[in-house]
């Protein structure tokens, strides 16, 4: 049952737009298989860290920018790259983006060395930055009535799950024969959303205006800033200079983006989108959700092969009864939301991941392994039920030309989430003898973060569209 706001939205939606538009379905397909192929890429890197290692020697702090070097550009460029989507049209911003991601997936595979990884994962980021707000914003252009989107958002959603249920497995299964597998993979998945996103139909352009330079600066500024500063805090220590003046650093480059915002010609977020309530607690609810479920992921991937003496294929395998339920919940959600109001999934997928993070934590290291399997399915699984309803539930509450921004914000905070995650957890378990305590502290640390943003949840009401 909706909420009275939520059928307010809901019928000002039906009423005023056609149930689809032509070219509908092969749209929602390269939507879908555009955010499979970036979400399997941020999490089948995870298991195949140990053989990366292997090729190319280096500490923790190599492995972290592996990982936070693709999820530090997708976080800084998907503001300006929602802005983008809404300016130059959702269809052609979907392919240049899915393209510049093929490219540098091939170029990921083919790295002599460390250096050239992260840099060829820089420019992943930059493309998967772009795919994720002009995906959802063709679904939102190809489906204009609220209930249809919904169900296309679950069916988008159901990609991302699979994407990231599939990408442990998938680590652990190419890691046996050589890591680089796991990146040319992206090749035929990118090229397959490229065909159908020809047969789309064209998008329509929001006035243009200038780039805004200030912003999208000062954003890479203050988050390269902030991940480099907590993964350094983890070998130099959070008193050091360098580490002390990163955190100014990103500070003083976070205030100059509010300024931008508050006072630009053109800003790319705006100021009043980033002081709405909706925004501001969605972006929260984003960041706390990715910092427990991305930061599972790297802890016990990790976990499993260095005190548990797994494999990297038993190490995915593990993952499998949580991502195959976190699979089946997303397509729930779109009936959950209708069934019982936009908040209640929302609220309901926080609570089963906290208590998962929790359970994970209190599981003695002499356990057996199948105890930590189990733990992992509340924490994946409720993801899973939140995710598509926070971003349907925003969806519903901004301006159609405001939806390729709006989506950029929220996932912009769900990937600075889970590059934090990373960096400070990976801070925590840096010390081999201090694996096991550091990896109890950081899942307590990210099941605390969830419990506070699913009591900020009841606050969560959809208010006038911005």
Same mark, same amino acid.
């Given at each position: 049952?909706?909420?009275?706001?939520?059928?307010?939205?809901?019928?000002?939606?039906?009423?005023?737009?056609?149930?689809?538009?032509?070219?509908?379905?092969?749209?929602?397909?390269?939507?879908?298989?555009?955010?499979?192929?970036?979400?399997?890429?941020?999490?089948?890197?995870?298991?195949?860290?140990?053989?990366?290692?292997?090729?190319?020697?280096? %500490?923790?702090?190599?492995?972290?920018?592996?990982?936070?070097?693709?999820?530090?550009?997708?976080?800084?460029?998907?503001?300006?790259?929602?802005?983008?989507?809404?300016?130059?049209?959702?269809?052609?911003?979907?392919?240049?983006?899915?393209?510049?991601?093929?490219?540098?997936?091939?170029?990921?595979?083919?790295?002599?060395?460390?250096?050239?990884?992260?840099?060829?994962?820089?420019?992943?980021?930059? %493309?998967?930055?772009?795919?994720?707000?002009?995906?959802?914003?063709?679904?939102?252009?190809?489906?204009?009535?609220?209930?249809?989107?919904?169900?296309?958002?679950?069916?988008?959603?159901?990609?991302?799950?699979?994407?990231?249920?599939?990408?442990?497995?998938?680590?652990?299964?190419?890691?046996?024969?050589?890591?680089?597998?796991?990146?040319?993979?992206?090749?035929?998945?990118?090229?397959?959303?490229?065909?159908?996103?020809?047969?789309?139909?064209?998008?329509?352009?929001?006035?243009?205006?200038?780039?805004?330079?200030?912003?999208?600066?000062?954003?890479?500024?203050?988050?390269?800033?902030?991940?480099?500063?907590?993964?350094?805090?983890?070998?130099?220590?959070?008193?050091?200079?360098?580490?002390?003046?990163?955190?100014?650093?990103?500070?003083?480059?976070?205030?100059?983006?509010?300024?931008?915002?508050?006072?630009?010609?053109?800003?790319?977020?705006?100021?009043?989108?980033?002081?709405?309530?909706?925004?501001?607690?969605?972006?929260?609810?984003?960041?706390?959700?990715?910092? /427990?479920?991305?930061?599972?992921?790297?802890?016990?991937?990790?976990?499993?092969?260095?005190?548990?003496?797994?494999?990297?294929?038993?190490? /995915?395998?593990?993952?499998?009864?949580?991502?195959?339920?976190?699979?089946?919940?997303?397509?729930?959600?779109?009936?959950?939301?209708?069934?019982?109001?936009?908040?209640?999934?929302?609220?309901?997928?926080?609570?089963?991941?906290?208590?998962?993070?929790?359970?994970?934590?209190?599981?003695?290291?002499?356990?057996?392994?199948?105890?930590?399997?189990?733990?992992?399915?509340?924490?994946?699984?409720?993801?899973?039920?939140?995710?598509?309803?926070?971003?349907?539930?925003?969806?519903?509450?901004?301006?159609?030309?405001?939806?390729?921004?709006?989506?950029?914000?929220?996932?912009?905070?769900?990937?600075?989430?889970?590059?934090?995650?990373?960096?400070?957890?990976?801070?925590?378990?840096?010390?081999?003898?201090?694996?096991?305590?550091?990896?109890?502290?950081?899942?307590?640390?990210?099941?605390?973060?969830?419990?506070?943003?699913?009591?900020?949840?009841?606050?969560?009401?959809?208010?006038?569209?911005?």
């Amino acid at each position: 049952m909706s909420t009275p706001a939520d059928t307010t939205v809901l019928v000002a939606d039906q009423t005023a737009a056609a149930p689809r538009r032509p070219g509908a379905g092969v749209a929602l397909g390269a939507a879908l298989l555009g955010f499979f192929v970036i979400t399997l890429d941020a999490l089948v890197v995870n298991v195949a860290l140990p053989s990366i290692r292997g090729s190319f020697g280096g %500490g923790i702090t190599g492995l972290q920018w592996v990982i936070d070097g693709y999820t530090l550009m997708f976080a800084a460029l998907l503001l300006s790259a929602g802005s983008l989507t809404d300016r130059l049209g959702a269809r052609r911003t979907f392919g240049v983006g899915l393209a510049l991601f093929v490219v540098a997936s091939a170029v990921c595979g083919l790295a002599p060395n460390l250096g050239t990884l992260v840099g060829s994962r820089l420019v992943q980021g930059a %493309g998967a930055a772009v795919i994720v707000p002009s995906s959802l914003a063709l679904i939102r252009e190809a489906f204009p009535d609220a209930g249809r989107r919904a169900k296309a958002i679950s069916i988008w959603a159901l990609g991302g799950s699979v994407g990231s249920a599939a990408g442990p497995v998938a680590g652990g299964f190419f890691s046996q024969v050589d890591w680089r597998l796991i990146f040319f993979i992206n090749l035929p998945v990118g090229l397959i959303a490229l065909l159908l996103l020809m047969r789309a139909q064209g998008s329509q352009r929001s006035a243009k205006a200038p780039f805004d330079w200030a912003g999208q600066l000062s954003a890479v500024v203050a988050m390269a800033a902030l991940t480099f500063a907590a993964i350094e805090a983890g070998s130099a220590g959070f008193s050091t200079p360098k580490v002390l003046g990163s955190f100014l650093l990103a500070l003083g480059a976070a205030a100059v983006f509010v300024g931008a915002q508050a006072r630009g010609r053109h800003p790319m977020v705006g100021l009043a989108l980033l002081q709405d309530r909706t925004m501001v607690l969605a972006s929260a609810i984003g960041f706390a959700l990715n910092v /427990g479920f991305y930061g599972m992921i790297f802890l016990l991937s990790l976990y499993l092969q260095q005190a548990k003496g797994m494999s990297a294929l038993a190490t /995915g395998l593990a993952f499998v009864p949580m991502t195959l339920l976190t699979a089946s919940v997303s397509p729930t959600a779109a009936w959950f939301a209708a069934r019982f109001g936009a908040r209640m999934p929302v609220i309901t997928g926080q609570v089963a991941m906290a208590g998962g993070l929790v359970l994970l934590a209190l599981v003695p290291a002499t356990a057996p392994t199948w105890l930590l399997v189990a733990a992992m399915i509340p924490v994946g699984a409720g993801g899973s039920l939140a995710v598509p309803a926070l971003t349907s539930l925003l969806l519903d509450h901004v301006v159609p030309g405001r939806a390729g921004t709006a989506t950029g914000v929220l996932n912009t905070s769900r990937q600075v989430g889970g590059a934090l995650a990373v960096a400070v957890f990976g801070a925590l378990i840096a010390e081999p003898d201090h694996l096991s305590g550091g990896l109890e502290a950081s899942l307590l640390i990210a099941a605390a973060a969830v419990a506070c943003t699913t009591a900020a949840t009841f606050l969560l009401r959809p208010a006038a569209r911005v």
